[in-house]
């Protein structure tokens, strides 16, 4: 089996994260939904840490990941927090 490679197609700045939007390097060329993946929610990238996480299409889509990334930076913050590296 082939690897697939992948492409950014967007990207989204927000205060404590950036949200990266992927998608086959083919269906990006051809244009063509074929080859496109589906269901794959963005990865959160925290603009502190660089810690990378997936994070799901409903999670993406209902703005949870705002709520979710606010709790993680004020946990960091703390002094032995289990964000703290």
Known sequence: MESMRLAVVHV???EL????SRQSEE???TRNWR???AGNGP???DRL???VHQIGVLF???GDWEV???ARARVRGRKGGPCVP
Not at 17 to 20: K, Q, Y
């Open 68 to 70: 979710d990334s606010g």
């Open 43 to 45: 990865y959160r990238v």
């Open 35 to 37: 080859y496109g993946l």
């Open 12 to 14: 989204e700045q927000h």
């Open 49 to 51: 840490s660089g810690g």
């Open 17 to 20: 994260v950036w949200l990266i």
């Open 27 to 29: 269906s990006v060329r």
């Open 60 to 62: 993406a889509k209902g």
